[in-house]
């Protein structure tokens, strides 16, 4: 059994900035490729961002330039840092990881935290 917990949302006007962070734990092997989406009222989920094993990242095009992700491997944790936030970054962000653990794969999924932008 694995758990996602993340922290950091909130509410912040236009222009500002927010750092969300994940951690795993359980009885954790390895961690793959670890990512942010995020969900609008009445919109599908979407990738925001995500970071591999090795570091490679790859971001909406939303999103470039204002977001980073980062991830520490020794904490079995991922970070978003966005930066010149818009309204239209307003949305539940879920962090999602691929996870090995007890030989076990998981698709494992955090519960949300809402990010509100407002003007």
């Known amino acids: 059994q694995v758990q996602l917990v993340e922290s950091g949302g909130g509410l912040v006007q236009a222009g500002g900035s927010l750092r969300l962070s994940c951690a795993a734990s359980?009885?954790?092997?390895?961690?793959?490729?670890m990512g942010w989406y995020r969900q609008a009222p009445g919109k599908q989920r979407e990738l925001v961002a995500a970071i591999s094993s090795g570091g490679n990242t790859n971001y909406a095009d939303s999103v470039k330039g204002r977001f980073t992700i980062s991830r520490d491997n020794s904490k079995n944790a991922v970070y978003l840092s966005m930066n010149s936030l818009k309204i239209e970054d307003t949305a539940v962000y879920y962090c999602?990881?691929?996870?090995?653990?007890?030989?076990?794969?998981?698709?494992?999924w955090g519960q949300g935290t809402q990010v509100t932008v407002s003007s």
């Open positions: 999602n990881a691929e996870i090995t653990a007890r030989r076990v794969f998981y698709n494992a």
């Open positions: 359980g009885v954790i092997n390895s961690i793959d490729t």
